[in-house]
């Protein structure tokens, strides 16, 4: 996509290069470092995701265990199925961004692919 998406404090010369704002040093972009960070941010979402469903699963049996408490069960447990739908789609852009540095990496390498149809 374009250089626009990226957020980092960088902005992208046709070269390949990269031009820090603060010190206006170039330097060369590691596509493969940073699709490295994108995956392991991914899997960061996936793992608050995971934790978020089990902690709204555990407030769901914690509400029928506990019908004195149940309202405040049932409000955590909406918290927590909120934020593991957050995470979620943390964990999905994530995999979005780390697919988008790959077709960098392909591009910046000479591995171009021609799509016909798209």
Do not use: C, R, W
């Not at 957020?7 to 060369?28: M, Y």
């Not at 793992?47 to 405040?72: C, F, I, M, T, V």
């Not at 697919?99 to 021609?114: I, S, V």
């Amino acid at each position: 996509m374009s250089e626009e998406k990226h957020h980092h404090f960088f902005h992208h010369n046709k070269d390949e290069e990269v031009t820090s704002i603060e010190s206006g040093v170039v330097e060369e972009v590691d596509y493969e470092k940073e699709e490295k960070h994108h995956k392991h941010l991914e899997q960061f979402g996936e793992l608050g995701a995971a934790a978020a469903s089990a902690y709204a699963l555990h407030e769901k049996h914690q509400a029928k265990e506990d019908p004195e408490h149940a309202k405040h069960h049932k409000l955590e447990e909406e918290i927590a199925a909120a934020a593991a739908v957050a995470a979620g789609g943390y964990a999905f852009h994530e995999k979005h961004e780390k697919k988008e540095a790959e077709e960098e990496n392909d591009e910046a390498h000479g591995k171009k692919h021609h799509h016909l149809f798209g």
